[in-house]
């Protein structure tokens, strides 16, 4: 097992990442605060994992609260829920939350804790790829709204985060796949290095090699460690993990919650951001071409929603966390490895970019997975 740290100074917290450490208690039981416990999870997760978190938490009298399976149920009415659960049980300012399933189970778990009498503890049991490279570490919490993602929220760190890797047994390749987009990210954003470590292992990741994957999430998490704890609340810095986040959650909006995975969303919005960037000079043409290669490998989606005019994109987007003062900014890249985070580009290259990225079929997303 490894153990890296957020350092966040008082609140700073470890992520252990290993094989069959679900159910340790040594590494659970010391981050439990008070001794009201209550596990969230959803209906997909639970059967398969929730006996092992339970035997994690030893002799402590736990809930549980099993929520629906879908992006779509990320909402302020599904947390209400934990809530209403929450109150039900006298459960005080002392309470341990525990997340245990994907990103949507983590963001809606961490978003409670964070409103719950003003905030509690809560700790991540990351079982998606993608949760274990991103969405368990760095305390950013919330729910989607129809008008727009993840924009109801708080930033609420955990205590600690458990990844077993040995979860990613019985995840689908679609949902693997799409883990691989945000490991993809890190390469892109900020560790050139790493990104020719994917290009020349990426199928041991797609076959689930463990060894590949342990590396894989290590130096993913470390990457986002390091941002997170130079820039916590995304003043600065930490809005370099959003690349491709801009078009990607227009995308999850403009489509409906759930038709694209959010690691799919990411990865087309990860390649226009590329693709903008190339048309301003700033990315070589050989370079936007291997990103579009490793993505292909990984079974992304290099296109967009056939469904989306480029005027419905230019809308969707204007709702984005990162308009500023009604601007758009975009996370673009200077080379792999480089990335900044700009407003100045040109409304026609944007226009053109959207006009001519190929249509994808949203259903033919699954097939090309199976
Ligand atoms: P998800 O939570 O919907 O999980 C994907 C699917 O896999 C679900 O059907 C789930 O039930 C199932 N599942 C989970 N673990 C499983 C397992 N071990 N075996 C079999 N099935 C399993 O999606 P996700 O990709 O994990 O997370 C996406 C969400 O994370 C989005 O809402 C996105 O906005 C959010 N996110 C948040 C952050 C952050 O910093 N907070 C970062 C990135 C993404
Ligand atoms: N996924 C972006 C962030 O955590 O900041």
């Known amino acids: 097992m490894n153990t890296l740290t957020v350092a966040l100074g008082d609140r700073s917290y470890p992520i252990h990442i290993g094989s069959r450490i679900l ?68 459960f005080n300012r002392t309470a341990t939350l525990i997340a245990l399933g994907g990103g949507v189970v983590g963001d809606i778990t961490g978003f409670a804790a964070a409103c719950y009498q003003r905030g509690v503890n809560f700790i991540q049991i990351p079982t998606t790829l993608l949760a274990q490279v991103d969405s368990s570490v760095g305390g950013k ?71 590949a994957l342990i590396y894989a999430i290590n130096r993913s998490c470390m990457n986002k460690a390091e941002v997170v704890a130079a820039d916590e609340k995304e003043s600065g810095q930490r809005a370099l993990l959003n690349l491709g986040h801009t078009f990607g959650h227009a995308i999850e909006t403009g489509t409906g919650y759930g038709t694209w995975l959010h690691g799919e969303a990411i990865a087309s919005g990860m390649l226009m951001a590329a693709d903008l960037s190339a048309r301003h000079g700033w990315l070589s043409s050989h370079e936007l071409a291997r990103i579009k290669s490793i993505l292909l490998r990984a079974s992304l989606p290099t296109g967009t929603p056939a469904e989306l005019s480029a005027q419905q994109f230019l809308d969707l987007m204007s709702v984005d966390k990162k308009v500023l003062a009604g601007k758009l900014r975009f996370v673009l890249l200077k080379a792999i490895g480089k990335s900044f985070v700009t407003e100045e580009f040109e409304q026609s290259h944007l226009e053109e970019l959207l006009n001519e990225t190929p249509g994808i079929n949203s259903a033919d997303l699954k097939i090309r997975n199976d």
């Open 23 to 90: 159910a340790d208690q040594q590494l659970l039981i010391p981050h439990i605060k008070g001794n009201q416990v209550l596990i969230v999870t959803n209906e997909t997760v639970a059967p398969l994992y929730l006996e092992k978190a339970q035997s994690a938490l030893g002799n402590f009298e736990t809930e549980t609260v099993i929520l629906p399976d879908g992006e779509k149920y990320k909402t302020l009415e599904i947390t209400r829920r934990i809530f209403t659960h929450l109150l039900e049980k006298h």
């Open 141 to 211: 919490t919330g729910v989607n709204h129809p008008l727009g993602k993840n924009m109801i929220g708080a930033f609420h760190q955990p205590q600690c985060v458990i990844t077993d890797i040995d979860t990613l047994n019985t995840l689908d390749n679609r949902q693997l796949n799409a883990g691989i987009a945000e490991i993809i990210k890190y390469g892109l954003i900020r560790d050139y290095e790493f990104f020719e470590w994917l290009e020349d292992n990426i199928e041991k990741l797609i076959q689930r090699d463990k060894d």
